[in-house]
C-alpha cells in the first residue's frame, strides 16, 4: 500500500458542499491511496473483480481507522467508497467523488479508459493498482502523522 497526504483538488474545492453538504468545516486535506494489485486491471475478471474487493475491504479498514482517530482529535473524515463514489461515514450529497480522477489530479498519473471504467497507471505497477481516496478537515500535517501511525499499526496487524 502506498499512501499521500495531499490538499484538495479543486473539484474536491468547488464541489465540497455538493459532495458532503453536511459538513460543517472545510475540507483541508485528501489521503490518495493505492494499492498494487496482482494483475493488470484491463478487463473484467473473476480475478480482477476478486482484487478490487479485496482492495475495497483493507481500504475500508484502513481507512475507517484514520477517520476514528481524527474525529477524535476534532476533525471531520470521511471515505469515499471505490466502488460507487458516494461518502461512507455521512449522508451523500448531489455528486460522486471519481478517485480516479482526484488520483490524475494530485499526483499526476495519466490514466487509461478502458470500457465504462477509467483505470489509473501507475508508474511501477502499471493498471496494477486499486486507488481510494479519504477527505478530511484536518490540516495536512496532522493527517499525514495520523495516517502513518494508522499504516505502522495496520501493517503489523497484517503480518500477525
Given at each position: 500500500m502506498q499512501y499521500s497526504v495531499h490538499s484538495p483538488t479543486q473539484f474536491i474545492q468547488t464541489y465540497a458542499d455538493q459532495l458532503l453538504p453536511?459538513?460543517?468545516q472545510p475540507i483541508l486535506s485528501i489521503l490518495v491511496v493505492l494499492q498494487?494489485?496482482?494483475?493488470?486491471?484491463?478487463?473484467?475478471?473473476?480475478?480482477?473483480?476478486t482484487q478490487k474487493r479485496q482492495g475495497r475491504e483493507q481500504f475500508l479498514q484502513f481507512g475507517h481507522q484514520v477517520a476514528l482517530e481524527l474525529e477524535f482529535l476534532g476533525h471531520l473524515a470521511d471515505l469515499f467508497d471505490p466502488a460507487t463514489g458516494w461518502p461512507l461515514r455521512s449522508p451523500p450529497g448531489r455528486l460522486h467523488l471519481d478517485d480516479v480522477a482526484v488520483v490524475r489530479a494530485a499526483?499526476?498519473?495519466?490514466?487509461?479508459?478502458?470500457?465504462?471504467?477509467?483505470?489509473?497507471?501507475?508508474?511501477?505497477?502499471?493498471?496494477?493498482?486499486?486507488?481510494?481516496?479519504?477527505v478530511s478537515s484536518a490540516p495536512l500535517s496532522l493527517l499525514e502523522t495520523v495516517a502513518a501511525q494508522v499504516s505502522d499499526r495496520y501493517l503489523l496487524d497484517l503480518h500477525h
Open positions: 453536511d459538513w460543517s498494487q494489485c496482482s494483475s493488470l486491471m484491463l478487463s473484467r475478471t473473476l480475478a480482477t473483480e499526483l499526476q498519473y495519466p490514466t487509461m479508459a478502458q470500457g465504462d471504467c477509467t483505470l489509473v497507471i501507475h508508474p511501477e505497477w502499471e493498471s496494477a493498482v486499486y486507488p481510494s481516496v479519504l
